[in-house]
C-alpha cells in the first residue's frame, strides 16, 4: 500500500463511523433496492455500509453473478452494483445477461481493482454506467451514485 491508498482507507472509515448522507432532492433513497454482487464477504460489508449510510434502506447481496441472476429473475432492482472478478460468473458477464434478459435499463456500478484499460473499456461496452476503482472512498461513490441517477433523471 501506498501512503495515498492508506490515506483513502482511513477517509473510508471515517466515512462509516461519522456518516453523511448524500443531498439527492426529491429522490428517497429508503423506497430503492440496490443489489450488491462480490465475492468477499469483507467488501460487501464495507460497500453495505457505504451504502447504508449514503441512504438506501433496502440492500441485497450475493457472492457472485450466478446467485444475482437468479434473485433478479424474481426481484426488481433499482440499482446493481458489481465487482469485476468473481467466481462462477464475473461482473462482465452478469452485466452483459441483465441488460439483454433481465433489467435492461437498470444503473450498474462496477467496483474493481482491475487496472487493464482494455478489460474495463469492454465492461463499459457491455452497460457498465460507471466503474469505480478500488480502493475506494465512500464520498466517491457517493458522487458517482449522485452522477448516475441524474444522468438517467431520478433526481
Known sequence: FSIDNLRRALHAILDLVDPRTLELGALNLDDMHVLLVDDSTPVRRFMKGVLANIGF????????GVMATELMKDTLFDLLVTDYHMPEMDG??????????????IPIIMVTSDENVCRLAGVQQQGADAVVSKPFEAKEVQAFIYQLLSDIDLL
Open 57 to 64: 434502506g433496502q440492500i441485497s447481496d450475493v457472492a457472485n
Open 92 to 105: 462482465k458477464a452478469l452485466i452483459k445477461f441483465v441488460r439483454e434478459e433481465l433489467q435492461s435499463s
